[in-house]
Protein backbone atom coordinates (compact mmCIF):
# COMPACT_ATOMS: atom_id res chain seq x y z
CA UNK A 1 0.00 0.00 0.00
CA UNK A 2 1.31 3.72 -0.87
CA UNK A 3 1.66 6.10 1.65
CA UNK A 4 -0.16 8.67 1.49
CA UNK A 5 3.22 11.24 3.23
CA UNK A 6 6.57 9.35 2.99
CA UNK A 7 9.15 8.86 5.50
CA UNK A 8 11.37 12.09 6.56
CA UNK A 9 14.93 12.42 5.60
CA UNK A 10 17.14 15.42 5.67
CA UNK A 11 16.79 16.57 2.25
CA UNK A 12 13.34 16.60 3.40
CA UNK A 13 13.44 18.84 6.28
CA UNK A 14 15.92 21.04 3.89
CA UNK A 15 13.37 21.86 1.62
CA UNK A 16 10.28 22.21 4.14
CA UNK A 17 12.88 24.76 5.15
CA UNK A 18 13.14 25.94 1.66
CA UNK A 19 9.26 26.33 1.77
CA UNK A 20 9.13 28.03 5.18
CA UNK A 21 11.38 30.88 4.15
CA UNK A 22 9.38 31.85 0.73
CA UNK A 23 6.02 31.46 2.66
CA UNK A 24 7.76 34.08 5.49
CA UNK A 25 8.93 35.86 2.36
CA UNK A 26 5.77 35.84 0.84
CA UNK A 27 7.29 34.51 -2.79
CA UNK A 28 10.27 33.33 -4.67
CA UNK A 29 11.72 36.28 -5.71
CA UNK A 30 11.86 37.86 -2.19
CA UNK A 31 13.01 34.97 -0.80
CA UNK A 32 16.51 34.60 -3.80
CA UNK A 33 18.57 37.05 -0.90
CA UNK A 34 17.19 35.00 2.49
CA UNK A 35 18.39 31.96 0.57
CA UNK A 36 21.33 33.20 -1.17
CA UNK A 37 19.72 31.12 -4.32
CA UNK A 38 18.26 32.22 -7.41
CA UNK A 39 14.32 31.95 -8.16
CA UNK A 40 14.44 29.11 -10.84
CA UNK A 41 16.52 26.92 -7.59
CA UNK A 42 13.82 27.54 -5.36
CA UNK A 43 10.94 26.73 -7.43
CA UNK A 44 12.58 23.99 -8.69
CA UNK A 45 12.78 22.76 -4.69
CA UNK A 46 9.39 23.85 -3.85
CA UNK A 47 7.92 21.50 -6.82
CA UNK A 48 10.26 18.29 -5.29
CA UNK A 49 8.42 19.21 -1.99
CA UNK A 50 4.82 19.19 -3.42
CA UNK A 51 5.93 15.83 -5.19
CA UNK A 52 7.37 14.49 -2.58
CA UNK A 53 4.29 15.15 -0.38
CA UNK A 54 1.51 14.60 -3.21
CA UNK A 55 0.53 18.17 -2.56
CA UNK A 56 -0.13 21.67 -4.23
CA UNK A 57 1.63 24.21 -1.71
CA UNK A 58 1.22 27.47 -3.43
CA UNK A 59 0.09 29.20 -6.49
CA UNK A 60 2.67 30.89 -8.43
CA UNK A 61 2.06 33.23 -12.36
CA UNK A 62 1.08 36.31 -13.40
CA UNK A 63 -1.92 36.88 -10.21
CA UNK A 64 1.28 36.62 -7.89
CA UNK A 65 2.09 33.95 -5.04
CA UNK A 66 -0.22 32.98 -2.58
CA UNK A 67 -0.30 30.00 -0.30
CA UNK A 68 -2.90 26.88 -0.90
CA UNK A 69 -4.86 25.51 2.51
CA UNK A 70 -2.81 22.96 2.14
CA UNK A 71 0.13 24.58 1.72
CA UNK A 72 -0.53 26.43 5.38
CA UNK A 73 -0.93 23.27 6.76
CA UNK A 74 2.20 22.37 5.67
CA UNK A 75 3.74 25.76 6.53
CA UNK A 76 2.21 25.48 10.47
CA UNK A 77 3.39 22.36 10.61
CA UNK A 78 6.82 22.55 9.48
CA UNK A 79 7.34 25.13 11.98
CA UNK A 80 6.59 22.68 14.97
CA UNK A 81 8.73 19.93 13.09
CA UNK A 82 11.74 22.59 13.08
CA UNK A 83 10.76 23.86 16.54
CA UNK A 84 10.65 20.50 18.07
CA UNK A 85 13.83 19.55 15.93
CA UNK A 86 15.75 22.70 17.94
CA UNK A 87 14.70 21.55 21.54
CA UNK A 88 15.62 18.23 20.96
CA UNK A 89 19.26 19.31 19.95
CA UNK A 90 19.59 21.88 22.29
CA UNK A 91 18.27 19.65 25.33
CA UNK A 92 20.83 17.00 24.21
CA UNK A 93 23.22 19.62 23.87
CA UNK A 94 22.82 20.95 27.56
CA UNK A 95 23.18 17.48 28.80
CA UNK A 96 26.56 17.79 27.08
CA UNK A 97 27.16 20.57 29.33
CA UNK A 98 27.44 23.23 25.90
CA UNK A 99 24.94 24.86 23.66
CA UNK A 100 24.06 24.20 20.32
CA UNK A 101 22.90 25.49 17.59
CA UNK A 102 21.75 28.87 16.40
CA UNK A 103 19.61 31.79 18.03
CA UNK A 104 18.22 34.37 15.93
CA UNK A 105 17.71 37.97 18.01
CA UNK A 106 16.41 41.43 17.07
CA UNK A 107 16.63 44.47 18.41
CA UNK A 108 15.63 48.02 18.25
CA UNK A 109 17.73 50.61 16.24
CA UNK A 110 20.50 52.81 18.04
CA UNK A 111 20.66 50.16 21.19
CA UNK A 112 24.28 50.78 20.95
CA UNK A 113 23.66 54.26 22.17
CA UNK A 114 22.21 52.98 25.59
CA UNK A 115 24.62 54.03 28.38
CA UNK A 116 27.42 50.77 28.86
CA UNK A 117 26.00 49.29 25.98
CA UNK A 118 24.40 46.54 27.26
CA UNK A 119 23.74 44.93 24.14
CA UNK A 120 27.16 44.71 23.65
CA UNK A 121 27.63 42.89 27.01
CA UNK A 122 25.46 40.61 26.78
CA UNK A 123 26.63 39.03 23.59
CA UNK A 124 30.06 38.80 24.99
CA UNK A 125 28.68 36.95 27.73
CA UNK A 126 26.99 34.55 25.72
CA UNK A 127 29.90 34.16 23.69
CA UNK A 128 31.63 32.83 26.58
CA UNK A 129 29.00 30.18 27.44
CA UNK A 130 30.67 26.90 26.22
CA UNK A 131 29.48 25.67 23.10
CA UNK A 132 29.27 26.80 19.23
CA UNK A 133 25.87 28.57 19.01
CA UNK A 134 25.68 31.04 15.71
CA UNK A 135 23.93 34.35 16.61
CA UNK A 136 22.13 36.12 14.08
CA UNK A 137 21.63 39.50 14.46
CA UNK A 138 18.72 41.89 13.04
CA UNK A 139 17.95 45.71 13.78
CA UNK A 140 14.99 47.31 13.09
CA UNK A 141 12.01 49.66 14.51
CA UNK A 142 10.63 48.85 17.94
CA UNK A 143 7.24 47.50 16.96
CA UNK A 144 8.86 44.84 13.99
CA UNK A 145 11.21 43.46 16.34
CA UNK A 146 7.97 42.31 18.43
CA UNK A 147 6.39 41.52 15.07
CA UNK A 148 9.58 39.02 14.23
CA UNK A 149 9.31 37.20 17.12
CA UNK A 150 5.55 36.31 16.75
CA UNK A 151 6.21 35.85 13.79
CA UNK A 152 9.22 33.57 14.41
CA UNK A 153 11.76 34.81 12.40
CA UNK A 154 13.25 36.16 15.78
CA UNK A 155 13.78 33.83 18.88
CA UNK A 156 14.26 37.05 20.81
CA UNK A 157 13.67 40.25 20.50
CA UNK A 158 14.85 43.76 22.59
CA UNK A 159 12.08 46.33 22.06
CA UNK A 160 10.37 49.25 23.80
CA UNK A 161 6.96 47.96 21.93
CA UNK A 162 4.46 45.97 24.27
CA UNK A 163 1.32 45.00 22.32
CA UNK A 164 0.56 42.45 24.59
CA UNK A 165 0.45 39.68 21.77
CA UNK A 166 -0.81 36.08 22.89
CA UNK A 167 2.12 33.45 22.70
CA UNK A 168 4.75 36.11 23.57
CA UNK A 169 6.50 36.88 27.00
CA UNK A 170 7.58 40.09 27.79
CA UNK A 171 10.82 40.44 30.31
CA UNK A 172 11.96 44.12 32.09
CA UNK A 173 15.05 44.36 31.63
CA UNK A 174 15.77 48.26 31.22
CA UNK A 175 13.94 51.20 30.73
CA UNK A 176 14.62 54.71 28.70
CA UNK A 177 13.77 58.22 29.00
CA UNK A 178 12.81 60.53 26.25
CA UNK A 179 11.79 64.12 26.02
CA UNK A 180 11.37 66.63 23.41
CA UNK A 181 14.09 67.97 21.59
CA UNK A 182 14.84 70.82 19.02
CA UNK A 183 17.96 72.07 17.08
CA UNK A 184 19.51 74.71 18.47
CA UNK A 185 19.16 76.91 15.64
CA UNK A 186 15.27 76.50 16.30
CA UNK A 187 13.31 79.64 16.57
CA UNK A 188 11.80 77.18 20.53
CA UNK A 189 15.26 77.14 21.58
CA UNK A 190 14.76 81.23 22.28
CA UNK A 191 11.64 80.78 23.40
CA UNK A 192 13.40 77.98 26.12
CA UNK A 193 16.17 80.20 26.72
CA UNK A 194 13.68 83.23 27.75
CA UNK A 195 11.80 80.67 30.05
CA UNK A 196 8.60 80.41 28.32
CA UNK A 197 7.22 78.25 25.73
CA UNK A 198 3.48 79.27 25.25
CA UNK A 199 1.35 77.14 23.22
CA UNK A 200 0.87 79.88 20.78
CA UNK A 201 4.60 79.33 20.09
CA UNK A 202 3.96 75.87 19.97
CA UNK A 203 1.01 75.83 17.25
CA UNK A 204 3.35 77.42 15.11
CA UNK A 205 5.57 74.61 14.69
CA UNK A 206 6.46 71.23 13.00
CA UNK A 207 6.50 68.21 14.66
CA UNK A 208 8.00 64.97 13.92
CA UNK A 209 5.63 61.75 14.84
CA UNK A 210 7.17 58.48 15.24
CA UNK A 211 5.76 56.18 12.80
CA UNK A 212 7.29 53.45 15.31
CA UNK A 213 4.92 53.56 17.76
CA UNK A 214 1.38 52.41 17.62
CA UNK A 215 0.43 55.21 19.14
CA UNK A 216 2.05 58.84 19.16
CA UNK A 217 1.68 60.33 22.59
CA UNK A 218 0.32 63.78 22.35
CA UNK A 219 1.20 66.99 24.69
CA UNK A 220 -1.49 66.60 26.87
CA UNK A 221 -3.24 70.03 26.16
CA UNK A 222 -0.34 71.49 24.17
CA UNK A 223 -0.96 71.98 20.45
CA UNK A 224 1.09 69.12 17.81
CA UNK A 225 1.81 70.07 14.04
CA UNK A 226 2.73 66.85 12.78
CA UNK A 227 3.87 67.23 9.17
CA UNK A 228 6.25 64.22 9.24
CA UNK A 229 7.04 60.80 10.00
CA UNK A 230 9.92 58.69 10.89
CA UNK A 231 9.68 55.13 11.03
CA UNK A 232 13.13 55.19 12.46
CA UNK A 233 14.90 56.73 15.67
CA UNK A 234 18.16 57.31 13.23
CA UNK A 235 15.09 59.32 10.97
CA UNK A 236 13.54 61.10 13.46
CA UNK A 237 16.99 62.42 14.90
CA UNK A 238 17.76 63.59 11.30
CA UNK A 239 15.00 65.52 11.18
CA UNK A 240 14.79 66.91 14.51
CA UNK A 241 18.92 68.11 13.80
CA UNK A 242 17.64 69.94 10.47
CA UNK A 243 16.32 72.56 12.67
CA UNK A 244 12.97 72.53 10.67
CA UNK A 245 11.05 69.70 13.35
CA UNK A 246 10.40 69.40 17.01
CA UNK A 247 10.53 65.89 18.11
CA UNK A 248 10.48 63.24 21.07
CA UNK A 249 13.51 61.20 21.26
CA UNK A 250 15.22 58.92 23.78
CA UNK A 251 17.46 60.84 26.07
CA UNK A 252 20.63 58.83 25.38
CA UNK A 253 20.43 59.08 21.73
CA UNK A 254 20.30 63.14 22.16
CA UNK A 255 23.00 63.03 24.18
CA UNK A 256 25.92 63.25 22.39
CA UNK A 257 24.53 66.22 20.21
CA UNK A 258 23.52 67.99 23.69
CA UNK A 259 26.62 68.34 24.72
CA UNK A 260 28.29 69.20 21.71
CA UNK A 261 25.45 71.83 21.54
CA UNK A 262 23.46 71.35 18.27
CA UNK A 263 20.42 70.03 20.20
CA UNK A 264 18.34 71.58 23.34
CA UNK A 265 15.92 69.49 25.37
CA UNK A 266 12.68 71.81 25.89
CA UNK A 267 11.56 72.24 29.19
CA UNK A 268 7.83 70.76 28.67
CA UNK A 269 7.02 67.85 31.12
CA UNK A 270 3.94 66.79 29.58
CA UNK A 271 6.99 65.63 26.75
CA UNK A 272 8.88 63.77 29.18
CA UNK A 273 8.04 59.66 29.85
CA UNK A 274 10.00 56.74 31.09
CA UNK A 275 9.09 53.24 28.70
CA UNK A 276 10.57 50.20 29.64
CA UNK A 277 12.98 47.81 27.67
CA UNK A 278 11.72 44.34 27.06
CA UNK A 279 13.53 41.45 26.32
CA UNK A 280 10.69 39.36 24.57
CA UNK A 281 10.64 35.50 23.20
CA UNK A 282 7.79 32.98 22.51
CA UNK A 283 6.23 31.80 25.44
CA UNK A 284 6.91 27.99 24.24
CA UNK A 285 10.61 28.62 23.49
CA UNK A 286 11.19 29.58 27.45
CA UNK A 287 12.22 25.71 28.11
CA UNK A 288 14.85 26.04 24.45
CA UNK A 289 18.46 26.19 26.32
CA UNK A 290 19.89 28.89 23.77
CA UNK A 291 16.76 31.24 24.35
CA UNK A 292 16.76 31.18 28.36
CA UNK A 293 20.23 31.89 27.91
CA UNK A 294 20.18 34.49 26.19
CA UNK A 295 17.45 36.20 27.39
CA UNK A 296 19.72 35.89 30.87
CA UNK A 297 22.48 37.28 29.30
CA UNK A 298 20.43 40.50 28.11
CA UNK A 299 19.22 40.90 31.55
CA UNK A 300 22.06 40.45 33.43
CA UNK A 301 24.15 43.18 31.12
CA UNK A 302 20.95 46.13 32.00
CA UNK A 303 21.10 45.25 35.45
CA UNK A 304 24.98 45.83 35.76
CA UNK A 305 25.02 48.70 33.60
CA UNK A 306 22.03 50.53 35.80
CA UNK A 307 24.20 49.80 39.10
Known amino acids: MKQDIPPLHDVDIRLLRIFKSVVECRGFAAA ?10 I ?6 LEARLSIRL ?3 GRSGFSVTPHGQIVYEATIELLDS ?5 SHISVA ?3 LSGSVNLWVMDSTHMEVGNPLAQSLASFK ?8 NINTADPEAVEEAVINRQANVGVTISNSDMAGLTYRAVGSETTSLYAAATHPACKHAEEGRIENADLAKFDFVTRGYLRSEPTLRGRPWKSTAIAFHVEANLQLILSGQYLGVIPDHIASPWVQRGQLL ?10 TTIFAIFRTKSKSLPVVTAMVEDIANAYRMTRK
Open 32 to 41: EETLGVGRST
Open 43 to 48: SKHVAD
Open 58 to 60: CER
Open 85 to 89: LDHFR
Open 96 to 98: KGR
Open 128 to 135: QRPGGVVI
Open 265 to 274: RLPIPEAQST
